[in-house]
């Protein structure tokens, strides 16, 4: 079903890497009853007898921390300057303890910087790309915007290496050149497996967006010089503000590189030739949400409580243990990513490989997702389950963090029987 792109393309504008089938039928309703989900198991369509606890599987606002209740914020600093002391103090505070979870190097250097992860990989990118060709590597829609900012954007000179939904490109990187890559590719639930690909004594710098693995997947911060992240992602914060990590490389590169575009001042790290020393202590750009810094303040908290990094990445490998044993057992799904070694533990993606439903035309199938997540909503046993627009269509199930793999052992069962009530009233 999906078209491969040449692997190691000059920069050229590519389609998608998953290109849809032409439309052929408006039909939404699959074509016949199928009633066999489970392996030796048949469903009955009675309703499991119980719910997930907490619902919320979307890959983005991610679910909030276990036990959080309105009071978690309400020690926010409403009504006041972000630039008094208090609130400065709340903003650095926000910085050091992500360094400090986070197990960055100590030169390391954090900025909270405006819009959400967007915005600070598109920061990393204005201020660092020009001087070196560029390597970017996109197998989903995320990398894939990464692909144009550097073709149609900056146009700069490089390569793109790109490949369907589901699977990785070639993971190529001379040493001399710069990369930009997503960690873990949230709408095709395929992550790189590791940093070995990318060299020690590298000589261009990597940018690397982040904002699905970091918190819930070891990152090797002396591979990566340009890191960001949003916090609405793994912790289960709110969107907005994003996180944007410079190794000693990236801060010497924009101290001593002059991009050749215009410099939105959202964008400015940089004044007379000298990093803003401001940005990284809390010091934000622009106006910052202190709502939004309160909730990021009490999920660090959480985190820190539970164990660290550590306790992160065991309950979402835990949650996404769960999903699997499901999937293993399944006759009507798969991992869209084959490769296990390449699985998303956070945005875990499934392909639906129901005859019924893969003898659907796309509208078809779109149209039967929807109706699927439409049914688990109004049963309120599960938000947000359907694939990402740009994806292939499917399931997808966040497993970070903030999820309990008890409400994940809960939620299978509904997701059996949503796709028998499909089929039986089809
Ligand atoms: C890999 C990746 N990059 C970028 C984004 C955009 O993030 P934001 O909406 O926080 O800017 C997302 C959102 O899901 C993502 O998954």
């Not at 924009?254 to 940005?279: C, D, S, Y």
């Not at 109706?371 to 694939?387: I, N, P, T």
């Not at 292939?392 to 796709?419: H, Q």
């Amino acid at each position: 079903m999906a078209e491969t792109l040449p692997v190691h393309a000059p920069f050229r504008l590519a389609p998608l890497p998953w290109c849809p089938e032409p439309l052929t039928s408006a039909a939404a309703r699959p074509l016949h009853g199928a009633a066999t989900f489970q392996k030796g198991k048949r469903m009955n369509g009675s309703k499991p007898a119980v719910r997930p606890a907490r619902p919320f599987f979307s890959s983005g606002p991610c679910a909030k921390r276990p036990g959080r209740t309105p009071e978690a914020i309400s020690g926010a600093l409403l009504g006041r300057s972000h630039r008094s002391a208090a609130g400065k103090a709340k903003l650095k505070e926000a910085i050091d303890r992500t360094h400090a979870l986070l197990g960055l190097p100590a030169d390391f250097r954090v900025a909270i910087v405006p819009a959400s992860d967007t915005g600070a990989v598109e920061m990393a990118m204005w201020n660092l790309l020009g001087p070196r060709p560029v390597d970017v590597f996109a197998w989903e829609s995320f990398g894939q915007d990464w692909v144009t900012d550097t073709i149609k954007q900056l146009k700069l000179e490089g390569h793109a290496y790109s490949a369907p939904y589901g699977e990785l490109p070639e993971l190529r990187l001379p040493k001399d050149h710069d990369a930009v890559f997503v960690w873990n590719g949230t709408t095709s639930g395929v992550r790189v497996p590791d940093g070995d690909w990318i060299s020690t004594d590298r000589e261009g710098i990597t940018i690397c967006d982040a904002t699905s693995a970091a918190f819930a997947m070891e990152l090797p911060w002396h591979k990566l010089d340009a890191v960001t992240f949003s916090w609405q992602k793994a912790l289960g914060g709110e969107a907005a503000h994003g996180m944007l990590v410079l190794s000693p490389r990236a801060i010497e590169r924009i101290q001593t590189h002059t991009p050749a575009w215009p410099m939105p001042k959202i964008f400015r790290l940089v004044k007379n030739g000298q990093l803003i020393e401001g940005a990284f202590v809390g010091e934000t750009l622009n106006t910052p949400s202190m709502l939004a810094v309160e909730d990021y303040l009490d999920t660090l908290g959480w985190a820190e409580s539970i164990g660290g990094l550590p306790a992160l990445i065991a309950r979402s490998q835990a949650s996404f243990r769960a999903l699997s044993k499901w999937v293993r057992h399944s006759k009507w799904v798969d991992f869209l990513a084959r490769d296990p070694s390449c699985r998303s533990n956070t945005s875990v993606c499934l392909e639906i490989i129901d005859p019924a439903f893969t003898r659907l035309d796309e509208q078809a199938q779109r149209a039967t997702v929807k109706r699927f997540v439409g049914m688990l909503e109004e049963e309120q046993a599960a938000y947000d389950v359907g694939g990402h627009a740009n994806a292939p269509p499917g399931l997808r199930v966040w497993c970070g963090a903030t999820v309990n793999s008890s409400d994940i052992e809960a939620l299978t069962p509904w997701l059996d029987w949503a796709w028998a009530q499909i089929w039986l009233h089809a």
